[in-house]
């Protein structure tokens, strides 16, 4: 089975769209599917208004169309809700074509957050992009009742992962910096809150990993915290490895796989009690959630390192792209794309449904997008 999957993020951003998406890629081969990334990439771009760093394709739908039909995918899945999101939209109810889409990005909040737009506004835009989709994957139970309650349908769940060969506790620090470590890692942008972090008093030192629009401006509001920039791959893991705390100020984050990176270095987490922090962590005692932050971080502190290890072994990729697979397949399956006989469904321990006809060599790899003529 061929599985295009249209995204307006991707690299050079990053974030934990693209690191989801990127792993659905990487994962396809294990559940017989061949996947590839329709990407702004090779398109003419501008930068999106107050956040020049996300760059937005300038496509038409004839050429989005073009790119589709070279793929020659089974099936597409719609990840973001920008330029990219809405030309595939379009594409398939023009040729009437069943398609998915998830809902990643709490865009109401993070607009009103930079313009006076009522969230109202903003949820109705998003149900009507949504509304013709086949299944809506969202991350948590929290999500799903928000949604359900602006009155999105068909939606289904598709958890997170972590890395647990990349994120893990490591004998030796990174950071020769005063102790405790608090640490924040993630895009510097006014939706992330990072002023609510930042501005607490708590001992030791603040280290901020990342970077966005608003990082000059907090560089400067707040001097003795520690901007480390951009961090990826060991140089990341070394950084959470080193900390002693994980503090995760957004308001507006419909999961955070920061959190899971951080639980997966032995990093107990102090958060405000809303979705995102409240799902990853329900039943679990890895993690402190209190509308006062300090008083959150400061009891972390306290928390054996085994909590947050053995909440994160509980969420792996595989699992993740089990459930996202078998949703995909569900619905290829109903429109006649692929054939009933020879698949099973993923269980709840996330088994892999049996391979799809293609082949694996060399499949889950993004595929370099033709330029556009």
Known sequence: MRVLIATDAWRPQINGVVRSL??????????GATAAALTPEGFRQIGLPSYPDIRLALATRRALAARIADFAPDHIH???????????????????????TSYHTRFPQYVAARWPIPESWSYGLLRRFHAPASAVMVSTPTVEAELSGH????????????DLGLFHPRPQ????????????????????NLDAFLSLRLPGSKVVVGDGPARGDLQRAYPDAHFLGTREGEDLAGIY?????????????????????????????????????????????AAVLDEDLRKAAMRALRIPRELPL???????????????YGHI???????????QEGLTTAGAGG???????????????????????
């Open 22 to 31: 990127e792993r659905m890629i990487e994962a396809a081969p294990d559940f």
């Open 78 to 100: 719609i990840a973001t809700e920008g330029p990219i999101g809405w030309l595939a939209r379009a594409v398939c109810l023009a040729q009437k074509r069943p398609f998915t």
């Open 151 to 162: 009155g999105f349908s068909n939606i289904v769940r598709w958890g997170r992962g972590v």
């Open 173 to 192: 620090s990174l950071l020769d910096l005063p102790r405790p470590i608090f640490l924040s890692v993630g895009r510097v942008a006014v939706e992330k």
């Open 241 to 285: 490895a080193s900390c002693d705390v994980f503090v995760f100020p957004s308001l507006t984050d419909t999961f955070g796989i920061v959190l899971l990176e951080a639980a997966a270095s032995g990093l107990p987490v102090a958060a405000f009690p809303v979705q995102g922090p409240s799902d990853v962590f329900a039943g679990s005692e």
């Open 310 to 324: 053995e909440l994160a072994s509980r969420h792996s990729w595989h699992a993740s792209a089990a459930q996202f």
């Open 329 to 339: 397949r569900s619905v290829a399956q109903q429109a006649g794309f692929v054939p």
């Open 351 to 373: 088994a892999p449904l049996k391979a799809f006809a293609s082949g694996r060599g060399g499949e889950g790899r993004v595929r370099r997008q033709h330029q556009p003529a």
